[in-house]
């Protein structure tokens, strides 16, 4: 037993030592200055176009993927072309140390502290600090590069990735040593965003994978959408461990959903299975919106064709030297270093020359351009800290870095000035933040050969002003993915109670407005002259309306023409028998008067009729009002005489004396001049004007005569009403006077006609919308004035035409 007393010791912390090689195959070149580098050079699963098909299911990476390794063949083109060229980096030369992640997080974690390590992993720098790793290109998928990269920041060395877009990865301060040479996801989802506004798809879907970069995009995606009309129908994630059970669920979702169009964001590795399991199920109709992860994804577009018809944006291509004849070059047993992984040794018999395979593919080098970028960029930051002047230096004092003894943080400070591309020229993107939002719009199609065929069709530039970013240039797509079908012109929509804002009904314009293009939000109002068509697509000028010469027009013409015919007729009838007892007897003076005035009535009636004009109203109130009140003055002074005349006969009666032709036209003159008067006040306050009534039918312009001021025509009616009423009194008194011809029973009945024709007018006169008030008004002149003519006229015609054997003046008194 141990004595109380005695003192444990600390153990001894253990050797610091690795825990065995990392087993990936991966490629190594000796150099001053080592540039490491991570490529998805297989899958986590099989591929059908693999030589590794005898691999247990339980190995961690299975699928050849012949994308990444033409990306890890640029990186060894890049640093050869650097080591032969003179003008680079004089008397120094670059290595690389190339590693496999497998496309996982945990694998690019080996991968990059192998990188770390020297020659032999028992030399790490996390245990020794040897090794002379000065930066890192790579990794393509986003959650392996922000592993790495903060396995690399306590070491400050610096990494540049190809295809790591994440836009999380902009925060400098959480990744200091980040820089990359494509755009980040904020650039992507906004020209996704705008290109299914462009194509009309309102209603989607996104399936994404379960990573920093699938959450990320997403998160933008409904940024961006956010107050557009498209909506998400919904969003479903591929799980980082693949279960079918899961991806049936999804599969599901989709095939249930009314929306047509997907977009994904995913590797193409993690998608891969999925749509192996798609296609099991067989889902119709769908169309396909490819992120820039996959979307130059040939291994994807030759092993399903129902990706056909795909679009998406890729990261812009450029041109990268001599790859061509490069990758040709490669020998599948040389390059590949001895590996302990449970892969297949490769015979060097392998096919890498089919010119459709992914891995030959130069059609337009993407990612490998970026990737040939960013080993430059590095290059270029060496040369330059290898050339620093003592005195001129960015560090502390002015002082320049050890060439012998370079830290990568130093290293760092000149990447972040870099901008030089591979021919020296400036290049199109800021390591410090993030490469010139700038992307080709593709579209998967097959070529006459049946192989597929990636075409560009569009362009979408991040530096254009807004709304003119996208620039397509071929439509190829006639797939629509909306929760309602558009709402066509002269429609708009309406949202629907408690749906999403792509769930909406189709309500038609109302009248006056209309709608020109498809889905319009709103319906515009036609300006005041205007109105809708019948489909209510554009404003038409308004139908202009007044009592013109149509049928109603000419009938009140014909009439008020034929009127006055007559009552010239009966004038002239008149005149040839002026000497005649019935002429003479009832004051033909008068008579003449009467006539004349009643011509005028039915001439002042044709006034009404046609487009109105300043003259025309000012003379249709005012020839009217006065002409009938000198009518009614001259049957005024008419019925005084008869009344006088049979009344004077009773003895010490006289008179007649005060009733003589002077007193006559003296009346007669008078009540004239009181309607000249108010005529007069009215056309010098407010005279009647032509004005553009649309208050009674909103789809036509009514060109009428305003009154101008109400008072003063009201006034005029009732002036004239008022010498009818006293005129129909006087001769109601009269009415039993003797004699076989007692013309005041006829005034009696014509001032009765006049009334009821102007009483009836003014209900009938306000109600009367548009020409028809115009027409209500000459009519009620019309039969006011033929009530007039036959009344007084027709009797007296009668006998003088039909029975001239009473024309004598003992039948006229009634005598024997």
Not at 120 to 131: D, W
Not at 541 to 553: C, I, R
Not at 692 to 714: D, M, P
Request: net charge neutral; aromatic share 10%; glycine share 6%.
């Amino acid at each position: 037993m141990a004595s109380r007393s005695s003192t444990t010791q600390p153990s001894t912390p253990p050797p610091c030592s690795t825990h065995g090689a990392f087993q990936l195959p991966g490629f190594q070149a000796a150099g001053h200055f080592m540039i490491g580098g991570i490529f998805p050079l297989h899958y986590r699963v099989e591929l059908p176009i693999t030589n590794y098909t005898s691999v247990p299911k339980k190995a961690l990476c299975h699928g050849f993927d012949p994308r990444a390794f033409r990306w890890a063949q640029t990186l060894r083109l890049a640093v050869e072309q650097i080591n032969q060229n003179q003008e680079f980096l004089p008397n120094h030369t670059l290595g690389y140390k190339i590693f496999d992640s497998c496309a996982t997080p945990i694998t690019a974690l080996r991968a990059a502290l192998s990188s770390l390590n020297g020659p032999g992993e028992e030399n790490s720098p996390l245990c020794s600090g040897t090794g002379r790793l000065v930066a890192l290109v790579g990794e393509s998928g986003s959650s392996q590069s922000i592993v790495v990269s903060r396995t690399l920041q306590p070491f400050r060395i610096p990494m540049i990735s190809y295809f790591s877009t994440c836009s999380c990865l902009s925060n400098r301060k959480e990744f200091p040593t980040f820089f990359r040479v494509v755009p980040n996801d904020d650039y992507q989802v906004k020209a996704l965003a705008r290109l299914l506004q462009q194509f009309g798809w309102r209603w989607i879907g996104v399936v994404l994978e379960d990573h920093d970069y699938g959450r990320f995009a997403l998160q933008g995606l409904r940024r961006e959408i956010q107050g557009t009309d498209v909506c998400l129908a919904y969003s479903e994630m591929i799980p980082k461990d693949y279960s079918r059970e899961r991806v049936l669920q999804i599969l599901e979702v989709m095939r249930t959903s009314s929306a047509r169009v997907v977009v994904v964001f995913s590797g193409e590795g993690e998608l891969y299975p999925f749509l192996q399991e798609f296609e099991k199920q067989k889902i119709p109709g769908l169309q396909w919106v490819a992120s820039e992860a996959w979307v130059s994804a040939k291994v994807l577009a030759e092993a399903f064709p129902f990706l056909d018809g795909t679009v998406g944006f890729a990261v812009r291509e450029g041109r990268v030297p001599g790859l061509g004849e490069f990758v040709r070059k490669v020998n599948p047993q040389t390059p590949l270093p001895p590996s302990t992984a449970p892969l297949p040794l490769c015979t060097g018999k392998e096919v890498l020359l089919e010119q459709q395979s992914a891995y030959m593919d130069f059609s337009g080098p993407r990612v490998s351009y970026n990737v040939y970028k960013a080993v430059y960029a590095i290059a270029h930051s060496l040369h330059n800290l290898l050339s620093c002047q003592p005195g001129a230096g960015p560090f502390l004092n002015q002082s320049c870095a050890l060439s012998s003894n370079i830290d990568p943080w130093q290293l760092q400070h000149y990447l972040q000035e870099v901008s030089f591309n591979a021919s020296g020229e400036e290049v199109n993107f800021d390591l410090k933040g993030d490469s010139i939002p700038s992307y080709d719009l593709m579209n998967w199609q097959r070529n006459p050969d049946g192989n597929p065929w990636f075409v560009k069709v569009g362009l979408f530039d991040g530096t254009k002003d807004s709304g003119k970013e996208l620039v397509i240039q071929e439509e190829a797509i006639a797939v629509v993915s909306v929760c309602s079908s558009s709402c066509a012109p002269g429609s708009r929509k309406a949202v629907r109670h408690g749906e999403p804002l792509c769930c909406f009904d189709c309500v038609p314009c109302d009248s006056g407005k209309i709608s020109d293009q498809t889905d319009s939000i709103e319906c515009t109002v036609c300006p005041e002259d205007f109105w809708s068509n019948d489909n209510g697509t554009r404003c038409i000028p308004k139908t202009v309306e007044f009592l013109s010469h149509d049928a109603m027009g000419l009938s009140l013409t014909v009439i008020a023409v034929v009127g006055a015919c007559l009552t010239i007729a009966v004038l002239g009838v008149f005149l040839h028998n002026i000497n005649t007892p019935i002429v003479r007897i009832n004051n033909s003076e008068l008579s003449f008067f009467i006539l004349i005035s009643l011509t005028l009535c039915f001439l002042c009636a044709l006034v009404f009729v046609g487009e109105p004009t300043s003259w025309s109203c000012m003379l249709r109130h005012t020839a009217f009002s006065i002409t009938f009140s000198l009518c009614i003055s001259c049957i005024l002074g008419k019925t005084l005489v008869v009344l006088a005349a049979f009344t004077s006969t009773r003895p010490g009666n006289n008179i007649m004396r005060w009733l003589g032709p002077r007193q006559q036209r003296v009346i007669i003159f008078s009540c004239t001049l009181v309607q000249v008067i108010i005529c007069t006040a009215w056309l010098t306050d407010a005279p009647p004007f032509p004005s553009r009534n649309s208050q009674y039918q909103s789809s036509k312009i009514i060109l009428e005569c305003s009154v101008g001021s109400s008072l003063a025509f009201w006034c005029v009616l009732g002036y004239i009403s008022l010498l009818a009423c006293l005129c129909f009194v006087l001769a109601f008194l009269a009415r039993k006077l003797p004699g076989n011809f007692n013309e005041a029973k006829f005034i009696t009945f014509s001032m009765l006609i006049f009334c009821a024709v102007w009483v009836s007018f003014i209900p009938a006169y306000v109600s009367s919308p548009g020409k028809y008030t115009d027409a209500v008004e000459t009519f009620a002149i019309l039969a006011s004035s033929y009530g007039l003519l036959f009344c007084l006229f027709a009797p007296k015609c009668f006998i003088i035409l039909l029975r001239p054997e009473q024309n004598t003046k003992q039948h006229l008194m009634g005598k024997k």
